[in-house]
C-alpha cells in the first residue's frame, strides 16, 4: 500500500539519501525555501513600489 504523502514521513530504512526524493524532507529545508520565498516576495514588493513612486513623479497629476 503507497503511502499517500510519502514527504511527510520518509522511511528511515531504505538506502537513498532524502534529499533527492523528499527536497522538503528536513524542517530546515523547509524553512530555508520559505525564507527564500519570503525574500522573493519582499524584492518584488520593493521594485514594485519603486517603479510606482517612479511613475508618480514621472507624470503630476491631473494633467
Known amino acids: 500500500m503507497p503511502q ?4 511527510r514521513n520518509p522511511p528511515l530504512t531504505e538506502a537513498w539519501p532524502a534529499s533527492d526524493k523528499f527536497p522538503m524532507s528536513t524542517k530546515k529545508d523547509a524553512a530555508i525555501a520559505r525564507k527564500a520565498r519570503l525574500a522573493k516576495a519582499l524584492k518584488a514588493n520593493i521594485a514594485r513600489r ?14
Open 4 to 7: 499517500a504523502r510519502p514527504w
Open 50 to 63: 519603486k517603479a510606482k513612486t517612479a511613475a508618480a513623479e514621472r507624470k503630476p497629476k491631473g494633467k
